[in-house]
């Protein structure tokens, strides 16, 4: 039985899929898909490629590595003879003392153009608080590659699927901004966030200490900005609020 590497894409509704790959004795390269399940049923095998490079491009599109796997001719999946599995279920993907030091973001839009049009409002509205806040901070500009990449896809009228890759030399503000879009739930507009352990970043601010972490920040180190990006309800302000009321008192 050949041992696979295993991958898992999610989806931001909890539900995922799956994809493995091998490098067999002739040199080609199998690779099986399918939805999260102890069997695997789709296979293509090609030659001239390398696993390498294939693994790259679906870590790129939002794949998380979840381990080695051994796979039979049928598909079914088991961990190597090494660490047998208690069940027949995959192999978890979690696994929550791994470090992390990028995230993996996927977008799939099937919006319509009055949503698009609105999404694309709010995301270079969002852009420009950001910005201002980086240039007040005195930070320099992220290369990050995805704002223009959104920027152009919410431009269009077509449906469209975008992925990659926040590094931490991109600093936190990508991050923010794909949250900010997340957090907006425009219908139509799926917004997935994972960390290198598989794990789905929610656009709960607060419960995202490990990812704001990586960026060597927190919450109230961002607060101002995250409220301008609705990532967090402003904070009341007592004494402002009591400086306009009368003084009854007598």
């Not at 002739?26 to 490079?53: E, F, V």
């Not at 190597?80 to 995230?103: G, V």
């Not at 469209?160 to 030399?169: K, N, V």
């Amino acid at each position: 039985m050949a041992v696979w590497s295993l991958f898992r894409y999610r989806y931001s509704d909890g539900s995922s899929k799956d994809w493995a790959i091998t490098t067999n004795a002739d040199g080609s390269i199998s690779t099986r898909w399918g939805k999260t399940a102890s069997r695997l049923p789709s296979i293509n095998t090609r030659s001239g490629i390398r696993q390498h490079d294939i693994e790259r491009q679906k870590q790129a599109k939002g794949y998380v590595f979840v381990g080695e796997v051994e796979i039979d001719s049928e598909g079914n999946i088991r961990l190597p003879r090494s660490a047998p599995m208690a069940d027949a279920s995959p192999m978890p993907s979690e696994n929550p003392s791994a470090p992390i030091d990028k995230l993996y973001w996927h977008i799939d839009c099937r919006a319509g153009h009055a949503t698009l049009l609105d999404m694309g409002i709010a995301l270079r509205c969002w852009l420009g608080n950001l910005e201002a806040w980086s240039q007040a901070q005195g930070l320099t500009a992220s290369d990050w590659s995805g704002w223009q990449r959104l920027i152009d896809a919410s431009l269009g009228d077509e449906a469209f699927d975008l992925s990659g890759q926040i590094h931490l030399e991109h600093g936190v503000l990508p991050w923010l901004w794909l949250m900010a879009l997340k957090h907006a739930a425009f219908p139509g507009v799926s917004v997935g966030i994972a960390t290198e352990s598989g794990r789905d970043v929610s656009a709960d601010l607060k419960a995202e200490t490990e990812v704001l972490a990586l960026f060597k920040t927190d919450v109230e180190a961002i607060r101002p900005l995250a409220e301008n990006l609705g990532l967090l309800k402003p904070r009341l302000d007592l004494a402002l609020a009591m400086a306009d009321q009368t003084d009854h008192w007598f």
